[in-house]
């Protein structure tokens, strides 16, 4: 059997595995469920300082897209489907004594529950975090929600120094571990991670969701009615890109990977490139919490597999195997497989 535990600095994970911060851990029935399925950590939904913040979550939805573009009804999904979503954030009313609660339990299965912050303001977060502070073992500071590109509640920080202010100032407030979540759409997510260590956090979570748009070219309507946010396989290859050249960069920073994973094959290629830990949200949505049991006895089969005794001794191989294009031996004639028979 592979040793699954994994660190995210100070804090030990039994396995990689973690429920993300999304709907389905927005209430105290979710977070349990997914603990109980055998995610080593689970981050609750995002609050924030603004009460339109939460109402945004009256006017979420959510739209399957299959393999041809087509949406796909909910009851007959396969979980294989992209994601497009329109969401809020959780209410505050009551949160800290749920997340208390749930994190007892989590405690009872060696796992954790983590508090989440998806930010408008730098000091209300600040406030908030320390309050969660008193009844999580970590905090996640989501800089990098794509909704805030289209709602008035949240922010979407893209630039290096602002990650840099926003990370400071919550830093400042706590002593509990600190992580912060970047966006996919920056210039550099790789420039944000090393902002984001600069000032203080003790994991960088990348990357975000990207924005997205879908029309449907029978009815010119736009799926939603709105633009939203993209959860899918089709994201996984970027999220590995910048988690693999962030971890190249910077060896000691512990990273979490997110977007895109949706099998226990997912979860390992994502410890290859350099995560310690990888968060799940969209497979949770379309499967149930119970496919974090899955993931995390699949990712044991998988490593084993690999030749891995040790989750840890995965971290970042793929990474050491990577060449640059210049040191790659050419090939005799370029290669044309479009024209092989």
């Not at 600095?9 to 209430?27: D, F, I, Q, Y």
């Not at 209300?124 to 805030?148: D, F, T």
């Not at 294009?325 to 004639?333: G, L, Q, S």
Request: charged share 20%; net charge negative.
């Amino acid at each position: 059997m592979t040793d699954l535990s994994t660190t995210l600095g100070p804090l030990r994970l039994k396995n990689p595995v973690m429920a993300a911060s999304s709907e389905a851990t927005m209430t105290e029935d979710g977070i349990r469920a997914c603990l109980d399925a055998g995610a080593g950590a689970v981050v609750a939904k995002s609050v924030n300082e603004s009460p339109a913040a939460a109402r945004q979550l009256y006017i979420a939805d959510y739209a399957l897209l299959g393999d041809d573009g087509d949406p796909v009804e909910w009851q007959q999904r396969t979980g294989g489907e992209t994601l497009l979503c329109r969401s809020g954030l959780a209410s505050r009313d009551g949160w800290l004594e749920m997340l208390k609660r749930a994190n007892n339990h989590a405690r009872g299965l060696g796992a954790h529950v983590f508090g989440s912050i998806t930010v408008a303001d730098p000091e209300p977060a600040a406030e908030i975090a320390r309050e969660m502070a008193e009844v999580v073992p970590a905090i996640e500071l989501n800089v990098g929600a794509p909704h805030g590109r289209e709602a008035r509640a949240v922010k979407q920080i893209t630039g290096p120094e602002m990650v840099a202010q926003y990370t400071r100032t919550v830093r400042d407030a706590v002593d509990v571990p600190l992580i912060v979540k970047l966006p996919a759409q920056a210039d550099s997510p790789q420039a944000l991670a090393a902002a984001a260590r600069d000032a203080g956090a003790d994991v960088v979570a990348m990357i975000g969701r990207f924005n997205g748009f879908w029309p449907d070219p029978l009815t010119s309507e736009p799926v939603l009615g709105s633009w939203g946010a993209v959860g899918g396989p089709g994201m996984l290859p970027v999220s590995l890109y910048w988690v693999s050249k962030t971890f190249a960069a910077d060896r000691e920073t512990p990273l979490i990977g997110t977007n895109g994973a949706r099998s226990a094959a997912d979860i390992a290629r994502f410890l290859l490139s350099g995560a310690r830990a990888v968060e799940v949200a969209s497979a949770v949505l379309l499967n149930g919490p119970g496919v974090l049991g899955n993931l995390v006895t699949g990712l044991d089969e998988v490593l084993a597999a690999g030749g891995y005794t040790r989750a840890a001794d995965a971290i970042g191989a793929a990474v050491d195997r990577a060449r640059a294009y210049a040191d790659i031996p050419p090939n005799p004639e370029p290669l044309r497989p479009w024209e092989e028979t």
